[in-house]
Nanobody
Framework: QVQVRQSGGGSVQAGGSLRLSCQASGHGYAPNSMGWFRQVPGKEREGVGVIYMGGGTTYYADSVKGRFTISQDYPKNTAYLQMDGLKPEDTAIYYC??????????????????WGQGTQVTVSS
């Protein structure tokens, strides 16, 4: 059984920064890819970005490109989402997701096997 544990989040004023962490664990499990998503109640889930573990290749949604950075601690099966220049429209519940033993091929559409519990990020103007 793969577990995904998220931490971080909270409230910040516009222009501020927050960092989210995501760690995957499970017997014999090491993620190939870790993705970040967000969702506002009543709206569709939105892909934020993904990191392909080891090599560290990242992709981002246009809405966060240049402001958000995903990094990894490969030995710890951990990914981080550094959010800078936060805007009120970034307010959402943020979710981490990890693949089901194979790299996500369609990350933006949520091609992942296991999901974290979600964490609230609130940006005030």
């Amino acid at each position: 059984q793969v577990q995904v544990r998220q931490s971080g989040g909270g409230s910040v004023q516009a222009g501020g920064s927050l960092r989210l962490s995501c760690q995957a664990s499970g017997h014999g499990y090491a993620p190939n890819s870790m993705g970040w998503f967000r969702q506002v109640p009543g709206k569709e889930r939105e892909g934020v970005g993904v990191i392909y573990m080891g090599g560290g290749t990242t992709y981002y949604a246009d809405s966060v490109k240049g402001r958000f950075t995903i990094s990894q601690d490969y030995p710890k099966n951990t990914a981080y989402l550094q959010m800078d220049g936060l805007k009120p429209e970034d307010t959402a519940i943020y979710y981490c997701a990890v693949d089901n033993f194979a790299p996500a091929t369609n990350w933006y559409r949520g091609d992942f096997g296991y999901w974290g519990q979600g964490t609230q990020v609130t940006v005030s103007s």
